[in-house]
């Protein structure tokens, strides 16, 4: 039993089931981070858990509490929109103790608690402004004041920084984070965006197409993806994902792959239970980042394997440069220091860390695990 | 919007403009000529027009046609003039116009915000409200009054406009409501507040343009009803546009005409003066719905 519990739950519109047995578990002061493309079922969810969506089938449960049916204002929550949800009509201030109003908390206590919050968010200049006076990161930051002064058990924040501009969007990233430290409340994030994943959260869990594809730390998510919907969706540029076939050289599996011209490259697997797959073929997964050249390569590796093929676009981009190729009848992106020696049109050595490579299964998209 | 119309204001030429302007000056003095003709004709005694002269100035002011109008003309068969009608119009009016308009906002709000299984029908049906005739309902609804007892009283003409407007308020409330953030009255139900609550503390603070746009179209029909008034009305409560008319249908002796324009002004002022009043924010209410809706 978690914190927070969501137990087999599947959400259903009328014969349309776009949620299926959804089953996550996290602790007291985790930070859940819900992520997936548009319209994976991430708000609904979020929504379930706060009691503004029914539940079709299967248990929420907070504090081994079971949810189902109780009216969202009785399960301590508290929930920060995307598009704020300010009440235009009332100031900052009453904004914010609204909530403990219609909890029939006494004024006096209201104004101390607004206080507390207004200070902690740096805010108390604002307490008396409308929200149509407001800028777009001082909205944000009074829904999350509105969100704190209830001191709810679990925060839900549905896309919060979505309607930011992007600086703006790293500050308040960098804020949330330092909140979620200072104060260790439980946290439920949706976001579509992979990076804000990725530095907020203890957990994520990757939707796609109403069903969670893969729970697990940013680590585990990162490192060891699930599938290759996961192993895409997450990492910027995307896990490069290319057709191989396993080969056996002294009981050792290697990953064969095409080069530009057709010529095969032989990678050689950390991974021993591929030679079960000799023969066959797999898809293969290599990170942007560990396609290096040969100075660059993680000295930690035990598995750096040389390979020389043409490059086709360099894209410099400041700190990193950007290298395509073609491999396995692909478009192969490495990511390179800015300062490697790299041209289009030329061959070039290659060091991939093949301690770090995935593979596939091409039937199942499932990962093989090792 | 106003890109649009600067656009338009720089393509067409000096001429041109002066041409419509020149039209509509000619418009809006043709409307304004009846008006005209009632208020002089109102200020005069009753010689200066059976002598001829509808359209000139007054050679004798008067108020006198408006003080008789007002307090001793014959309406029926008693000399009480419009008073008595007025207010009877006025304690029509404005418990009609409030309630309705607040049934319509209360349906907006759960047709948009509250939905339910049948919901689009629903609407669709008070929809249909709109565009059902007078004069259909005039037997049913005689019937309906004698039922309960509410027959010519100033409540049965009451519960009638209300009825009848009810179609008309939802559809504007429930187009306003439409855009309203949902978000706002999910943030609200975490809060804990209530359906009322939301309604009273998030809603309708924010329905300001709108519920002028109500109270002007229910006020404005209602004030001017005359057929609803006429059919359903008991002696003691004819709304003024029944009365009006028989001001002026009144055989007795000679046709005063200066009473009777006097009468009529009397009878439209209260619209007139709400539209000065709130006429912006009507034009702005209604573009707020229909923009956005
Ligand atoms: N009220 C509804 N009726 C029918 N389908 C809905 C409703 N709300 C959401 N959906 C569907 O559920 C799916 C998930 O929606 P949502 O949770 O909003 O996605 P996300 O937040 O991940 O973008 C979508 O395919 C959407 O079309
Ligand atoms: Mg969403």
């Known amino acids: 039993m978690g914190f927070l519990d969501i137990d087999n739950t599947t959400k259903s519109y009328g014969a349309v089931e776009v949620l299926h047995q959804v089953h996550i578990s996290i602790e007291e002061g985790e930070f859940l981070v819900l992520v997936g493309p548009s319209g994976c079922g991430k708000s609904t969810l979020l929504n379930m858990i706060a009691g503004l969506e029914e539940i079709s089938s299967g248990e929420i449960r907070i504090k081994d509490q079971v949810m189902n049916g109780v009216h969202p204002s009785k399960r301590n929550i508290a929930m920060v929109f995307q598009s704020y949800a300010l009440y235009p009509n009332m100031t900052v201030g009453q904004n914010i103790t609204f909530g403990l109003e219609m909890h029939g908390i006494p004024k006096p206590e209201r104004e101390k608690a607004m206080k507390e919050v207004a200070e902690l968010l740096q805010i108390e200049q604002l307490l008396d402004r409308k929200p149509g006076a407001l800028s777009g990161g001082q909205r944000q930051r009074v829904a999350m004041g509105r969100a704190l002064v209830r001191d709810p058990d679990v925060f839900l924040f549905d896309e919060p920084l979505s309607n930011l501009d992007a600086k703006l969007r790293v500050d308040m990233r960098t804020e949330i984070k330092k909140l979620h430290q200072k104060l260790g409340t439980t946290i439920v994030y949706v976001t579509h965006d992979q990076i804000e994943a990725m530095t907020l959260s203890t957990r994520i869990a990757v939707m796609y197409g109403g069903y969670v594809q893969q729970l697990g730390t940013p680590q585990e998510i990162y490192d060891s993806p699930a599938n290759i919907f996961v192993a895409t969706f997450m990492g910027s540029p995307a896990m490069n994902v290319m057709p191989a076939k396993v080969a056996l050289k002294d009981g050792r599996p290697f990953a064969v792959v095409e080069l530009h011209d057709g010529t095969p490259a032989e990678l050689p697997f950390s991974q021993d239970n591929l030679a079960a797959w000799d023969g066959r073929g797999i898809m293969l997964g290599i990170r942007p980042e560990t396609i290096t050249d040969e100075d660059a390569a993680d000295r930690k590796s035990s598995n750096i394997a040389p390979m020389t093929n043409r490059i086709t676009v360099t894209e410099p981009a400041g700190s990193d440069t950007f290298v395509t190729m073609t491999l396995g009848g692909k478009d192969v992106i490495a990511r390179m220091r800015s300062d490697a020696d790299v041209r289009p049109g030329a061959d070039f050595k290659f060091s991939v860390n093949m301690e770090k490579a995935v593979a596939f299964d091409p039937e199942t998209e499932m990962r093989i695990a090792p | ?293």
Request: include cysteine; proline fraction near 5%.
């Open chain 2, 1 to 293: 919007m106003s890109l649009a119309t600067q656009d338009s204001a720089i393509r067409t030429g000096r001429v041109t403009r002066t041409l419509i302007y020149l039209v509509l000056l000619l418009f809006a003095l043709f409307y304004m000529l009846p008006l005209y003709v009632m208020v002089v004709n109102s200020v005069k005694p009753l010689d200066e027009i059976t002598g001829g002269g509808m359209m000139n100035l007054p050679q004798v002011f008067t108020l006198e046609p408006w003080a008789k109008a007002w307090s001793s003309a014959q309406i029926g068969v008693d000399p009480t003039g419009l008073k008595p009608y007025f207010w009877n119009s006025i304690k029509m009016v404005v418990p009609a116009v409030i309630v309705s308009t607040v049934l319509g906002a209360l349906n907006g709000y759960v047709l948009t915000k509250w939905r339910f299984r049948g919901d689009t029908i629903l609407f669709g049906l008070m929809l249909f409200a709109c565009f059902i005739p007078f004069q259909i309902v005039l037997i049913p609804m005689a019937r309906m009054l004698g039922l309960m007892g509410m027959a010519g009283t100033t409540w049965g003409l009451v519960l009638v406009h209300v009825v009848y407007g009810i179609g008309f308020t939802t559809l504007y409330f429930r187009n306003y409501y439409a855009v309203f953030p949902t978000e706002l009255i999910r943030a609200a139900q975490i809060d804990g507040a209530g359906f009322f609550q939301i309604f009273w503390r998030i809603l309708l603070p924010s329905s300001g343009p709108i519920a002028v746009v109500s109270i002007i179209w229910q006020f404005t029909n209602i004030w001017n009803d005359f057929l609803f008034g006429a059919s359903f009305a008991g002696a003691d409560s004819q709304p003024m546009t029944v009365a009006l008319n028989n001001l002026v249908q009144s055989s007795t002796g000679v046709k005063e005409y200066n009473v009777h324009f006097a009468g009529a002004i009397l009878a439209a002022l209260p619209t007139l003066l709400v539209y000065i009043v709130a006429g912006r924010y009507f034009v702005r209410g209604l573009m707020a719905g229909s923009v956005k809706g």
